[in-house]
T-cell receptor, first 107, second 113 residues
């Protein structure tokens, strides 16, 4: 079993829909990252969380330390949100990645 | 502000050759990460430096791979000898304070023939 599990692996939605991507982990962590990788290959760090909730524009990330679970939400989704979203956890000075969620937003 | 700068952007070379990838982190950042991304394995952490000292190199695949950070503004990842299975995109990222938000370079696309 992977230490970091993401779901779903693939998600296709219509423009405007509310999107949720989940990340569950089994190790103790000091921080969790959400990364976005666009089709061109560039990687952008969206959020770093150690507790609670963060919001940036239409993106919201939450983490529940007790349940070892984080969610990334996108409100009013847009085709430019189409990308691979990767969860990564940092614990015991090790960084472990989920396998990513490929999101496609259809106009 | 300049972001993380990687060079070269693309490298194509024959197997057996030495390959050197370079990274300049964001000024002021004290943590630097080397990653490899392939279709089969996704994104993998190879090595992580904090204050120029390697903290975790458990992701370095084998002795053919080595990484150095001689100072706070420069790091190299070397493969010698290179093999076709080393073909991948190699990313460098930097952050302030280890687990802090990371800034990624554009990556080096490496093809070993």
């Amino acid at each position: 079993k992977n230490e970091v599990e993401q779901s779903p692996q693939n998600l296709t939605a219509q423009e405007g829909e509310f999107i949720t991507i989940n990340c569950s982990y089994s190790v103790g962590i000091s921080a969790l990252h959400w990364l976005q990788q666009h089709p061109g290959g560039g990687i952008v760090s969206l959020f770093m969380l150690s507790s609670g909730k963060k919001k940036h524009g239409r993106l919201i990330a939450t983490i529940n330390i007790q349940e070892k679970h984080s969610s990334l939400h996108i409100t009013a989704s847009h085709p430019r949100d189409s990308a691979v979203y990767i969860c990564a956890v940092f614990g015991n000075e090790k960084l472990t990645f989920g396998t990513g969620t490929r999101l496609t937003i259809i106009p | 502000d300049a972001g993380v700068i990687q060079s070269p952007r693309h490298e194509v070379t024959e197997m057996g050759q030495e390959v050197t990838l370079r990274c300049k982190p964001i000024s002021g950042h004290n943590s630097l990460f080397w990653y490899r991304q392939t279709m089969m394995r996704g994104l993998e952490l190879l090595i992580y430096f904090n204050n120029n000292v390697p903290i975790d190199d458990s992701g370095m695949p084998e002795d053919r791979f080595s990484a150095k950070m001689p100072n706070a503004s420069f790091s190299t990842l070397k493969i010698q000898p290179s093999e076709p299975r080393d073909s991948a995109v190699y990313f460098c990222a930097s952050s302030f304070g280890g687990p802090g938000p990371q800034h990624f370079g554009d990556g080096t696309r490496l093809s070993i023939l």
